[in-house]
């Protein structure tokens, strides 16, 4: 499965056979922490020669808990985006949750993502499709790989045929998630790129204190049997320090780990595509 990179601008090391990487924070906090992050990635996807996305939510609209932080202001945080855009020459993604978000967010990014627990809402795949970004639709914890094409078809229905599907586990029980590898290869027959989200296949949802948990212990894990099973991008979310991150932090890469970790599926890729080969 092969993504043209042509549709994206400002992607840097489209010839590489590589995964792709989408990263970033979980949300834009305030008006710096972006910045240092979306450098300190650049500078090894790199080397490494991954193509890269910074990933960033301008707000937080599916919160446990009614005091849980949701954002510093929408237009404040899009315009975060679009300047670290601008300034490292770099495509950003970003999620959204209406059709008015993603007309408005369109304005400010390169692709658009649909939250795993909005992946049926009809209004909200067309609008976005019709903005003419590339649509990064994650599936549901719900259902299966194979229904996922259905979502697909909502969007293909705007004309836009600009899909990411990505993967990011299934509900196991009230608290845990489990990632079933079956739908990497069920993803891949829409003819669109999978992407395998390892930060958030490790969530503990649902804590009866109102801060979802996780297993971050495990990323590298389950990052290296998404590669043994043919993922082409990575998404995952990273910050200097998760344990005061305002949101998602239990399940997080510290940013300090995560040339180590890129190194290690870079070089567990090679070893995949020769065997594919």
């Known amino acids: 499965m092969r993504f043209d990179f042509n549709r994206l601008p400002r992607v840097k090391h489209t010839g590489s056979a590589n995964f792709f990487l989408l990263a970033g924070p979980c949300v834009i906090e305030d008006e710096n922490m972006a910045y240092p992050i979306a450098e300190h990635i650049l500078k090894i996807t790199d080397r490494l020669e991954i193509p890269f996305i910074f990933k960033a939510s301008y707000k937080k609209a599916n919160r446990s808990r009614l005091d849980s932080f949701s954002g510093i202001g929408d237009e404040k945080a899009l315009k975060i985006l679009q300047n670290v855009s601008e300034k490292f020459d770099i495509p950003v993604v970003t999620d959204i949750h209406t059709p008015e978000e993603a007309r408005i967010a369109a304005g400010y990014v390169d692709v658009l993502q649909i939250p795993a627990f909005l992946c049926r809402q009809t209004e909200l795949l067309i609008a976005a499709g019709k903005t003419g970004k590339i649509i990064n639709i994650k599936k549901g914890q719900f ?57 958030h296949s490790l969530q503990q949802p649902n804590q009866t204190s109102g801060v979802t948990g996780g297993r971050p212990q ?60």
Not at 143 to 169: D, H, P
Not at 171 to 180: H, I, N, Q
Not at 227 to 243: N, R
Request: charge should be negative; avoid cysteine.
């Open 143 to 199: 259902i299966s790989g194979e229904a996922m094409q259905f979502a697909v078809e909502k969007v293909q229905s705007t004309g836009n045929n600009t899909i990411w599907l990505t993967e990011r586990g299934n509900m196991f029980g009230y608290g845990d998630l489990v990632v079933d590898y079956r739908n990497i290869p069920a993803m891949q027959k829409t003819g669109f790129p999978v992407i395998l989200d390892i930060t």
């Open 218 to 277: 495990m990323i590298q894990t389950i990052g290296q049997a998404g590669i043994a099973a043919g993922v082409d991008g990575i998404f995952l979310e990273t910050h200097p320090h998760p344990s005061t991150a305002k949101s998602d932090g239990a399940n997080m890469l510290p940013l300090e780990k995560l040339e180590t970790l890129l190194e290690h599926l870079t070089a567990l890729r090679k070893v995949v595509k020769n065997f594919r080969n």
